[in-house]
């Protein structure tokens, strides 16, 4: 059986998208409120205290890291690079996790086998 006629494939890729989607939403609710603190967005703004306040459960894990960078009212928020960067790398594991019960073929697994260990070597 190829592993494209697999009855597998289908929830596997709609899995991998489903993860896809939640971590580009979440990424770029970070990147607004990283670019909000940049520019010094007023926090009393309903759209900008929405962001803050919903961003702040995935970035509060962080805030203590690394110092802010602060200049009046604008602030480098390494906290929020942060946090974008282990949620990609999350959400990168989590698809490979998925993709490891991908059924394969014998000779797929030998032919990746080959090619692990000549990169091993």
């Known amino acids: 059986m190829d592993s494209y006629n697999s009855p597998t494939t289908k ?3 709609r ?4 993860v896809w989607y939640f971590f580009s939403l979440l990424e770029a609710l970070l ?15 309903g759209f900008t205290n929405f962001i803050y306040i919903s961003t ?3 970035t509060a894990p962080f805030i203590a890291v690394f110092p802010k960078t602060a200049l009046h009212d604008s602030v480098f928020e390494w906290a929020t690079l942060l946090a974008m960067l282990v949620y990609w790398m999350i959400a990168f594991a989590i ?6 019960s991908k059924t394969v073929s014998t ?7 080959d090619e ?6």
Do not use: C, Y
Request: aromatic content about 14%; charged content about 20%.
């Open 31 to 45: 990147a607004f409120r990283f670019i909000f603190k940049l520019m010094g967005a007023n926090p009393e703004a």
């Open 107 to 113: 000779p797929e697994a030998a032919a990746k086998l």
């Open 116 to 121: 692990q260990d000549r990169h091993s070597e």
């Open 15 to 18: 899995g991998t998208q489903i």
């Open 56 to 58: 702040w459960p995935f």
């Open 11 to 13: 929830p596997l890729f």
């Open 95 to 100: 698809v490979k996790l998925l993709l490891i």
